[in-house]
């Protein structure tokens, strides 16, 4: 397994295994193939009712994302805004890693293009002819943006940006609330400390 999801209501898990997606239940029992697909699955997120299930599809080769869709019970398997899903040509692009504010209103989500990174909401109420309604753009830079998380009340958004260039580490102040420079001069990506 190298990704999963609790339900809202912790009984059941949604994970991915390369390119499958599966439910069990809170205890281990009861696993259930919900999706095979022709890529990677990562990122699925529950519907806050139990529903359904959103995930990002990795495809294979290329690596360009796509939001998919699942009810809970492995029905009606379907890409999620199907005219934003078609493949790109480059590892990353596309639509991915979204999430639903916690009441359950605005399903959140990454996009990337060869130029941008963008954070964009999609009201969950459906448009006056029953499809998915229009997706309205949050934000946007030439960064390159992480996976956008939802704070428990709904009111914030979450990400980490990277910037197109030189690197500085950084840490967090906490009596300044600042960000201040850590081993200044070097450019950094990543960084693990040992116990």
């Given amino acids: 397994?190298?990704?999963?999801?609790?339900?809202?209501?912790?009984?059941?898990?949604?994970?991915?295994?390369?390119?499958?997606?599966?439910?069990?239940?809170?205890?281990?029992?009861?696993?259930?193939?919900?999706?095979?697909?022709?890529?990677?699955?990562?990122?699925?997120?529950?519907?806050?009712?139990?529903?359904?299930?959103?995930?990002?599809?990795?495809?294979?080769?290329?690596?360009?994302?796509?939001?998919?869709e699942v009810e809970s019970e492995g029905t009606q398997l379907h890409p999620y805004l199907p005219d934003w899903s078609q493949p790109t040509h480059r590892w990353g692009l596309g639509p991915s890693t979204g999430d639903w504010t916690p009441d359950g209103r605005y399903f959140i989500f990454r996009f990337r293009d060869y130029e941008h990174s963008s954070i964009w909401a999609v009201p969950e109420q459906a448009n006056w002819l029953g499809g998915v309604a229009k997706p309205v753009q949050l934000y946007t830079t030439a960064d390159t943006i992480g996976h956008p998380l939802l704070s428990k009340d709904?009111?914030?958004i979450f990400f980490v940006t990277r910037q197109v260039g030189d690197r500085e580490l950084v840490r967090l102040d906490p009596q300044r609330r600042e960000f201040v420079p850590h081993l200044s001069g070097v450019s950094v990506q990543t960084i693990r400390y040992s116990h």
Avoid: C, Y
């Fill in 154 to 156: 709904g009111q914030r």
């Fill in 1 to 68: 397994v190298h990704d999963a999801a609790w339900s809202r209501d912790g009984r059941r898990i949604a994970f991915a295994f390369r390119g499958e997606l599966f439910v069990v239940n809170a205890d281990g029992s009861g696993v259930r193939k919900l999706a095979a697909m022709n890529g990677e699955v990562f990122w699925p997120r529950w519907s806050p009712d139990g529903s359904k299930i959103r995930f990002t599809l990795q495809a294979p080769i290329l690596g360009a994302h796509s939001l998919w």
